[in-house]
């Protein structure tokens, strides 16, 4: 079986809690906080972006696989604010990494899922035996213009997962994609802060791609809610993952261990896989998990996942979600904005 043979994630320290942003804003915190199910949210230092977030979380995936850098023979990088417009964020990673130099270098945009899109990408170049590992990273350190809806949710965060073949912790079982021209959000070359269609983002983009891709491939399996122990969705807010969840008909019970939204915001495209490190902090051998990521534009993909008796053993080697969550410290408004480069 081809998967997930190691790992890893980092989340900046600094923190900004919804009520700060609200007071500066004159708004009520408490609405506020409810109307979008986050209560605080993750903030890159002044000294970190992408590369950065993306570099640290590869360290910690190669540190629990015990593979050599030299060895990984591709790497593809999934973000919406790769530091360069022209110049690859994956071969600054592989550098810092120690790569050789026979490695494939992608960077890949597509909006919050093109991580996703990169985990299936590997996976068929580790199947079709072109290599034998691979490293996925999906990193954000998300922008918002002051005063707009998305600067109480758009966080910072890294995970990246290296596919191959040999002891593998999850396997990678199937998997569905479902894409449509649906421009729900976008930002033109240029411009620094991304645009949005407000309440059109609901309905006939995130709830029509993900709830798409997931119907395509349980009927693609011939499963039910029922046969998964838990399910991940991207989160854009504290709302959205529940209600698609409930209209799917999975229970509580499976989206409640990964569900890390409302304490870290929505980190693009380290979103979903995020929170997939947070199930895999808990799940046991044999498990099955089902996850939908999502990318405005507008594209969805599923994925069936099972994990493996070598799970126990290799997640015991990295700091984990539990610990990033822990380690943390509060910033002010004006902090946020320096941190961002925006003042």
Request: overall charge positive; proline content about 4%; glycine content about 10%.
């Amino acid at each position: 079986m081809v998967g997930i043979v190691g790992y890893g994630i980092y989340i900046p320290s600094s923190r900004i809690k919804i009520s700060e942003i609200a007071s500066v804003w004159k708004k009520d915190p408490v609405d506020i906080s409810r109307s979008l199910g986050i209560t605080e949210k993750a903030i890159a230092s002044g000294d970190e972006d992408t590369v950065t977030l993306a570099t640290e979380a590869a360290r910690n995936a190669i540190i629990m696989a015990g593979i050599k850098p030299v060895d990984i023979e591709a790497i593809m990088v999934g973000s919406e604010s790769h530091p360069y417009a022209v110049n690859p964020t994956s071969t600054i990673v592989a550098e810092a990494l120690g790569f050789s130099r026979n490695y494939l270098a992608v960077d890949l945009e597509f909006a919050c899922k093109a991580a996703t899109a990169g985990v299936q990408a590997i996976y068929g170049l580790v199947a079709s035996g072109k290599i034998k590992s691979g490293l996925v990273i999906g990193a954000d350190s998300a922008q918002a213009k002051p005063h707009d809806v998305l600067e109480y949710t758009a966080g910072a965060g890294s995970a990246a997962f290296l596919i191959g073949q040999k002891n593998t912790l999850v396997n990678i079982i199937d998997f569905t994609s479902y894409s449509s021209d649906t421009p729900d959000f976008w930002r033109r070359e240029g411009v620094r802060y991304p645009s949005h269609g407000g309440r059109f983002t609901g309905g006939p983009a995130y709830f029509e791609h993900v709830m798409g891709a997931a119907k395509l491939l349980l009927t693609k399996t011939k499963t039910t809610p029922i046969d998964f122990d838990y399910v991940v969705f991207h989160s854009p807010n504290g709302k959205f993952p529940k209600a698609v969840s409930g209209k799917l008909g999975f229970k509580e019970e499976q989206l409640n261990p990964g569900f890390i939204v409302d304490k870290i915001g929505n980190p693009y495209c380290g979103s979903s896989l995020l929170s997939l490190a947070a199930v895999l902090e808990k799940a046991r051998p044999g498990q099955k998990i089902f996850l939908v990521s999502y990318g405005s534009g507008a594209g969805a993909d599923a994925f069936i996942l099972e994990t493996t008796k070598e799970l126990l053993k290799s997640r015991q080697k990295i700091k984990n979600i539990s610990w990033y969550l822990k380690n943390k410290s509060y910033i002010s408004y004006t902090d946020m904005l320096k941190n961002e480069g925006k003042i």
